[in-house]
């Protein structure tokens, strides 16, 4: 009974130590990821922005894809859209108050494939309201002598005013200055989280080595 008993702990530690294996944890890489939108100006035209720091973790279950998650920050003072009094108003209470509110943030529950799609279910955060949200995306890998590189590609809308994103103005003949709906995709590239970044050597090295001007 007791060898019988050892025979199935060893095959449950087993079975354990093979499932852990599929799943390992990524880095979201900022330097290769964005978080852009698109929003309705003045009914006409369409004007872009991006938010250029975007941070977080990327669990990857390689054996079973909906048993993956991920957890993405978003650093709302980091939104530009090329234009420095749009982007000074943007940050203001207006619209994202990045001093009260410094982040935005994305918290998956739920993986599910749907056909051929995959989507995310998870709680989105912005100017302090919580709403769970679908979030479709595709998912990518590639194999490299440093590990396994992940991409995301996610695309989705809001409705900024449910998140008291709320500035706006009526304009003569109809419509608002800025619309209510936010078209809004994420770009993320993920390594291995405990990936070290290469190491600069030979005459590479030297301005690293350098001390800073002032």
Same mark, same amino acid.
């Given at each position: 009974?007791?060898?019988?008993?050892?025979?199935?702990?060893?095959?449950?530690?087993?079975?354990?130590?093979?499932?852990?294996?599929?799943?390992?944890?990524?880095?979201?890489?900022?330097?290769?990821?964005?978080?852009?939108? &698109?929003?309705?100006?003045?009914?006409?035209? &369409?004007? @872009?922005?991006?938010?250029?720091?975007?941070?977080?973790?990327?669990?990857?279950?390689?054996? !079973? %894809?909906?048993?993956?998650?991920?957890?993405?920050?978003?650093?709302?003072?980091?939104?530009?859209?090329? &234009?420095?009094?749009?982007?000074?108003?943007?940050?203001?209470?207006?619209?994202?108050?990045?001093?009260?509110? @410094?982040?935005?943030?994305?918290?998956?529950?739920?993986?599910?494939?749907?056909?051929?799609?995959?989507?995310?279910?998870?709680?989105?955060? /912005?100017?302090?309201? =919580?709403?769970?949200?679908?979030?479709?995306?595709?998912? =990518?890998?590639?194999?490299?002598?440093?590990?396994?590189?992940?991409?995301?590609?996610?695309?989705?809308?809001? &409705?900024? /005013? !449910?998140?008291?994103?709320?500035?706006?103005?009526?304009?003569?003949?109809?419509?608002?200055? %800025? *619309?209510?709906?936010?078209?809004?995709?994420? *770009?993320?590239?993920?390594?291995?989280?405990?990936?070290?970044?290469?190491?600069?050597?030979?005459?590479?090295?030297?301005?690293?080595?350098?001390?800073?001007?002032?």
């Amino acid at each position: 009974m007791r060898i019988k008993s050892s025979v199935i702990s060893a095959l449950v530690l087993a079975l354990a130590l093979s499932t852990a294996a599929f799943a390992a944890d990524y880095k979201i890489d900022p330097a290769h990821s964005s978080a852009t939108f &698109n929003v309705r100006h003045m009914v006409i035209s &369409n004007v @872009p922005g991006r938010f250029q720091d975007v941070s977080g973790t990327i669990n990857y279950d390689d054996a !079973d %894809v909906t048993k993956s998650s991920v957890e993405a920050t978003i650093k709302a003072s980091s939104i530009t859209t090329d &234009n420095e009094n749009r982007d000074k108003h943007l940050k203001s209470a207006d619209f994202f108050d990045v001093e009260k509110f @410094p982040e935005i943030t994305f918290k998956s529950k739920k993986i599910e494939k749907r056909g051929n799609q995959l989507v995310a279910i998870g709680t989105f955060t /912005m100017k302090g309201v =919580s709403k769970d949200i679908e979030l479709p995306f595709e998912l =990518s890998k590639l194999n490299t002598p440093r590990g396994t590189l992940i991409g995301i590609v996610a695309e989705t809308e809001i &409705n900024r /005013m !449910d998140y008291g994103v709320s500035w706006n103005r009526a304009i003569e003949g109809g419509g608002a200055v %800025v *619309s209510e709906k936010v078209k809004i995709q994420l *770009s993320l590239e993920a390594k291995p989280a405990g990936a070290a970044a290469p190491a600069k050597t030979g005459a590479a090295a030297a301005p690293a080595a350098a001390p800073a001007k002032k």
